[in-house]
């Protein structure tokens, strides 16, 4: 058994280190900035703009990065995309403008995409279809584990100082020396087949409209939830420590929610996540407004991260279940397109409410998205019957943050070449 985990982890170890760094740098500006943005008096509706810019960029970096790969190779195009997210944490310091900002995280978001591609495609070439699986496995591990490490970090000093962005340019610099000094050859980037949205969704409905709410749900949370947590009393260092439960929450609870949804209806266990949600946001603006202590609210943040970061995979399963198996790769990008449009959408709402009603709108608009949601799947279940078991895909747990189609999903067939890949 030790002799197969090295064997499996030592063509991918340099690829699982460069995530590691680069993510950790990302999801500590991910906490700073609305920190800075609040601490600088910007209103909340201001700043949910501003964030939701980030996932604009990565939309269009998930739609057009995959080109520049293409047209200068992997390892030019990681650096290059790693050397232009790390001047951009610095840029934030200089352009310390709603305008700029917008446009660096247009950027930004552009550049992780990139480096995810890159990055996601190495570990496709590098793996088997028997290993897939499982490298897939440690690169959500590696990958959920930095963005709660990352979030941590804020605690190493003021937010108001320069220092958390730095930190941030210093992590995502890091992640271009394993990378730069690896000696994996080029992996090879086919074409998609084309599958339109109109057909994705009369495939699926349930799958594509999902995915667009949990791109709601997400984005809304990680935009705008240190935010929340701030305005509802929390210092920097407890709403740091309550982000990072909740990315802990999501990693923990893919496992058994995989296996109920190989068990049972998907869509059944998908409007069972999403009222948890909405129950689980309840249950934490009770306690709050209650007083309870931090730990309690850390193990009510547990289960809220889990069911919110469960319904993108849930309806990734769902759409594959009704199609045939060479349009997966097509389906999975299109539907992150729709998860990504609606995490753009998801903070300017948010912060919209937030700032007419208050803090605690945070947590109506959040539970009435998942519940509206689960209604209309309960409604889905009734006209449409399930599939047979013989006939559905086992679930695959994949990171709902990750901007690109996974191309390690195991489900999934190779892509055909392309004759740049051919010659890359």
């Avoid at 001047?87 to 709603?98: K, W």
């Avoid at 320069?162 to 992996?187: C, K, N, Q, R, Y």
């Avoid at 068990?263 to 407004?289: E, K, Q, T």
Wanted: net charge positive.
């Amino acid at each position: 058994m030790p002799h197969n985990f090295r064997s499996l982890l030592s063509p991918v170890k340099s690829l699982l280190g460069g995530t590691i760094a680069f993510m950790a740098g990302n999801s500590l500006l991910g906490v700073v900035l609305p920190l800075r943005m609040q601490a600088a008096d910007y209103s909340v509706a201001l700043i949910g703009a501003i964030m939701a810019a980030y996932y604009l960029g990565l939309a269009l970096g998930g739609y057009k990065a995959k080109h520049v790969i293409l047209r200068i190779g992997h390892i030019r195009a990681f650096a290059a995309f790693a050397a232009l997210t790390a001047a951009t944490c610095l840029a934030y310091d200089f352009f310390f403008t709603p305008a700029a900002w917008v446009a660096l995280r247009v950027l930004n978001g552009f550049c992780i995409a990139g480096m995810t591609t890159s990055i996601e495609s190495w570990l496709n070439e590098r793996s088997s279809n028997a290993t897939r699986g499982r490298v897939l496995g440690f690169y959500m591990l590696a990958f959920y584990l930095a963005i709660a490490f990352g979030q941590t970090l804020v605690n190493v000093a003021p937010v108001g100082g320069s220092d958390h962005l730095m930190i941030s340019a210093a992590l995502i610099g890091l992640s271009l020396v394993p990378i730069a000094m690896t000696g994996l050859g080029e992996p090879k980037l086919g074409d998609l087949r084309v599958l339109g949205v109109k057909k994705l969704y009369a495939a699926s409905r349930v799958g594509v409209i999902g995915a667009a709410v949990a791109g709601i749900l997400v984005g809304s949370f990680y935009a705008m939830g240190v935010v929340f947590a701030r305005q509802i009393g929390l210092g920097v260092t407890e709403a740091a420590m309550f982000m990072s439960t909740v990315v802990i929450g999501g990693l923990a609870f893919q496992v058994p929610v995989g296996m109920l949804a190989d068990r049972f209806d998907r869509r059944i266990v998908m409007a069972c996540m999403l009222i948890a949600v909405g129950l689980s946001w309840g249950l934490l603006s009770n306690s709050i407004a209650s007083g309870v202590p931090l730990s309690w609210l850390m193990v009510l943040a547990l289960p809220f991260g889990g069911t919110i970061s469960s319904v993108y995979p849930l309806c990734v399963a769902q759409t594959f279940d009704r199609l045939e198996r060479k349009y997966y790769v097509a389906a999975s990008g299109r539907l992150l397109m729709v998860y990504s449009i609606g995490a753009t959408i998801g903070p300017l709402l948010a912060s919209t409410l937030m700032s007419i009603y208050g803090p605690y709108s945070f947590f109506l608009f959040e539970s009435a998205v998942a519940i509206s949601y689960a209604i209309f799947v309960l409604f889905c279940v009734r006209a449409r019957p399930d599939l047979p078991a013989e006939g559905s895909e086992k679930f695959v747990p994949l990171p709902d943050i990750s901007p690109v189609a996974m191309a390690l999903d195991p489900r999934v067939e190779p892509e055909p070449e392309t004759p740049e890949s051919k010659t890359a």
